[in-house]
């Protein structure tokens, strides 16, 4: 069974970086957004497991509070 790797694993994070960037350049805030929720979905798809996708929705959720709970 896959398991989530939070490791390192992007062979050139930095070229990674810079096409993440450039997907974002001259876009406005929603469609900025859009195109995140495309790539997520597109990755998810990816991946296809359900059990990784779930271990990384709560790695992703992890430290961050909701609006109004922060103390």
Do not use: W
């Not at 790797?5 to 070229?15: F, G, K, L, R, V």
């Not at 990674?16 to 859009?34: G, N, P, V």
């Not at 597109?42 to 359900?50: E, F, K, P, S």
């Not at 059990?51 to 790695?59: D, I, Q, S, T, W």
């Amino acid at each position: 069974m896959p398991v989530l790797c939070t490791e390192p694993n992007i062979a050139a994070p930095d070229d990674f970086y810079e096409l993440l960037i450039a997907l974002h350049r001259d876009l406005t805030h929603a469609q900025s957004e859009l195109v995140n929720a495309k790539l997520v979905l597109l990755l998810a798809n990816h991946i296809g497991d359900t059990a990784v996708l779930r271990a990384a929705l709560a790695a992703a959720r992890q430290d961050v509070a909701a609006p109004g709970a922060e103390a």
